[in-house]
């Protein structure tokens, strides 16, 4: 009997850890992640139809300038991050902790491709959690004195901007959690540690995060405050061009995946008694 | 293996982004008009603007008069020269700019003959009689235009000419002529004869106005709120004016520029601009903020300019610029201490 191929054996992997991976206790967080941009574009939405938006140094804040907002400061900086890292070190880790991952080590199919299933199962869980999310709260503020056919083309690049984003935290640390043994705090570091310091510095350093060229792929203006960091961020702000960043994160995630792949295959995992 | 349960998920997920995107498509093609979305507290007297207007602008006189900012300028910045000008512009038309004109709205066309291109409507209060008996006696004479009584200034030759030409280079009416009307009741024009005969055209039978440029409007809206703004075409202003080459040749390739301020203990504003492309745009945005990295060097040692330099934000998207600015009263009192003060008894230039 021959061993079936990798694709074919992560789509077997994929219609089982897909539905398992929705309705599991981590899934609680991951509503919450995502149900907390829209229950704040509700209440923003309430609030201008009763007050009216906050006028902030003058200007009026409209809804996309507001939309945009959201974007940077929930999604980019924060939910797409997180959502790689909880999910990503996980798809290995859990079946390790959970002293299960024997059973699919143990099945006709090359471990390689369990990860790979579980990883298109964590990118459709979180694309279809993320996704209408950023749809929704788009059609709840942008109509706030914007309008939205002005604004559509900037939502189709933030939902493939997202898209990329998912993908390549979600493969930077789908590696890591194959590979390392206490992946979550790795992955937390590098995520809110490392990526949040390097953009800060000049020279070529910041090159070594995903952000970098995630931002690149924003069509909003980053959000500035009075802060030190928004300051340095202003001086040093440097991004690559769209073509470039998303060839470099196609690489990143193509890459760690691959790297992911090798490690499931070559590391032996030994599980705590 | 996906149970009933995920199958509805992905079923109601997937619907959520059909509908939206196809929505967001549609609204994209399709499009609205912008006028329909238009603010309601928004002016009504751009209805009586020509639509091909170059620069749009409005002011809420009576806020801006009463605001403590206001009051500190004419402390600072000699109260005594604004108010001879105000004065003098009630004694020839007998419209008090502090407590009779509501707000205003302004037009300018940069495409029309030279001194007649400018147009201006004035909510308020106003007493007709008096102010067509004020404007008669300094020489204006009264015409009938489609059954409004047309208060007109001829430039040259007449009495009144002589009366309001000497009343600033600013107030002077310059070519042909310069003419007031009272629209309707607490709403009167005045600018160009020929600008003012078109706001009563406006008036009386409708047609392409300031209201009916989506473009305009919807730059208009895109400001929002504030008591005073300005909407214009740069690119436009630039070809129909005959700026100096090198001056002409720094221009950045700026189509739209708004401005728009809020006016009460200090100024809040933001100054946006809409450029040629996104290239333009992103060296826009360069030099602007090279502008103020420099200031805020330069201010490190002035605490007053601090609230000011902290307050400048560059913002905007794709062609967009913009710049938001607050500037605190207290700065206008250290500018006003600053500047020197005329001898007392030295006669002030009326402004």
Known sequence: ?273 | MVTAKTRYFVIASLLVMFVGLGTGLVAFYVGFPATAFFNKNSPDELRYLPSGMSLVGYVEVREIMASDLRQRLRQNFGGEAQDNGRKQFQELTGINFETDIEHIVGGFDAGGPAGSNGLAIARGVFDNVKIEALMQEHGAHVQDYKGKRLVVVDRFGDAAATNFNNFGAEARPADPSFALTFIEPGLVAFGSTALVQHAIDLHATGGESAATNDDLVSHIRALEGGNAWVVGRLDVLRSKTKLPEIVANQLPPITWFGFRGQVDGGLQARVTAEARDDESATMLRDVVRGFLALAKLQTTSKPEFQHFIQSLQLGGTGTTVSLSLDVPAQLFDALGSVMPKPPVGQPQTPQ
């Open chain 1, 1 to 273: 009997m021959t061993k079936p191929g990798v694709l074919a054996s992560a789509v077997r992997v994929f219609d089982f850890s897909f539905g398992q991976m929705l309705w599991s206790r981590r899934s609680v967080f991951l509503a919450l992640l995502v149900g907390a941009p829209m229950a704040i574009a509700v209440a923003v939405r309430l609030v201008a139809m009763t007050t009216g938006l906050p006028v902030i140094n003058g200007a009026g804040l409209s809804g996309p300038t507001l939309f945009g907002i959201l974007i940077w400061l929930l999604f980019v900086r924060f939910i797409v991050p997180v959502l790689g890292v909880f999910y990503g070190t996980s798809l290995i880790a859990d079946e390790v902790d959970d002293k299960t991952i024997t059973y699919l080590f143990t099945r006709p199919v090359p471990r390689a491709a369990v990860l790979l299933g579980k990883y298109f199962s964590y990118l459709a869980c979180v694309v279809l959690l993320v996704l209408p999310s950023v749809v929704v709260v788009y059609f709840l503020i942008v109509p706030i004195g914007g309008h939205i056919g002005e604004a559509f083309p900037s939502l189709l690049a933030d939902l493939g901007m997202l898209l990329a984003g998912l993908a390549s935290y979600g493969a930077l640390f789908a590696f890591v959690g194959a590979q390392l043994k206490r992946p979550l705090i790795v992955g937390l570091v590098f995520a809110f540690g490392w990526e949040s310091t390097v953009l800060l510095i000049p020279g070529y350093l910041k090159r070594l995060s995903v952000a970098y060229y995630l931002q690149a792929l924003v069509p909003h203006a980053m959000p500035q405050d009075a802060s030190a960091i928004s300051a340095l961020l202003q001086v040093f702000q440097e991004f690559p061009s769209v073509m470039s960043s998303l060839i470099c994160l196609t690489a990143i995630t193509v890459g760690a995946l691959w790297l992911a792949g090798r490690a499931v295959e070559t590391r032996e995992y030994v599980l705590e008694q």
